[in-house]
């Protein structure tokens, strides 16, 4: 298994530019999440998802998007990029019910000129 | 969500035990803790769990006080790659769902 997988593992955006982050995992887990990590802090979460075709928000969700249509991905779309949304993005997967162990992607490193 | 409270670093000599301790004095009954780590610039892992009772696994203890309102992490003979930011959660299980948030974590040093 490859676990969680995430591309690209760095990017620079322009202030108002778009782009899409991507994440899979082949665990065949129903829960996925994505968080963020400004330098010195913890992580963040931006938004999840139980399954395919439901998502909710986290703490810090604005400005970005989510969509599950498949149990394996799970994109996060930046609408408008901002200074702000400088970061290192984290994508992760896990059985619901009594597992706990999620399972961490490599991260992206996004850095908004 | 209840908070936890860890010290914000900590060193400890290779081959010797370190002890991470973590405050929860809010923690409810419905609420798990775990503990994550973040080795440099990689996605954090997770180490253990517990409610109410000691655990172990191959990476390392979790005691947890009888009032549940702190815990020790035990790496029983750390190394120099067990160097990391390790993280003490709490959180409910919500409809089958785990949502952990993290704070800021303790960072741990291991010196040969």
């Known amino acids: 298994n490859a676990g969680v997988t995430q591309t690209p593992k760095f990017q620079v955006l322009k202030t108002g530019q778009s782009m899409t982050l991507q994440c899979a995992q082949d665990?065949?887990?129903?829960?996925m999440s994505w968080y963020r990590q400004d330098p010195g802090m913890g992580l963040r979460l931006i938004h999840y998802?139980?399954?395919?075709?439901?998502?909710d928000q986290g703490e810090v969700p604005n400005g970005y998007n989510v969509s599950r249509s498949t149990t394996e991905d799970f994109p996060l779309r930046l609408l408008s990029a901002a200074p702000s949304q400088t970061s290192v993005y984290f994508c992760?997967?896990?059985?619901?019910?009594?597992?706990?162990?999620?399972?961490f992607g490599p991260g992206t490193r996004l850095t908004v000129l | 969500d209840a908070k936890t409270t860890q010290p914000p670093s900590m060193d400890c000599a290779e081959g010797r035990a370190a002890n991470l301790p973590c405050n929860h004095s809010?923690?409810?009954?419905?609420?798990?803790v775990y503990w994550y780590r973040q080795i440099h610039s990689q996605g954090p892992q997770y180490i253990i769990h517990?409610?109410?009772n000691n655990e172990t696994n191959e990476m390392a203890s979790l005691i947890i006080t009888e009032d549940r309102k702190s815990s020790t992490l035990i790496l029983p003979h750390a190394t120099l790659r067990d160097t990391a930011v390790y993280y003490c959660?709490?959180?409910?299980?919500?409809?089958?769902?785990?949502?952990?948030?993290f704070g800021k974590g303790t960072k741990l040093t291991v010196n040969p």
């Open positions: 665990m065949n887990h129903e829960y």
């Open positions: 809010t923690i409810s009954g419905n609420e798990y």
């Open positions: 959660i709490v959180s409910p299980v919500q409809g089958g769902s785990e949502k952990l948030v």
């Open positions: 998802s139980v399954g395919a075709g439901i998502t």
């Open positions: 517990g409610l109410k």
């Open positions: 992760a997967s896990h059985r619901g019910g009594s597992r706990f162990e999620q399972f």
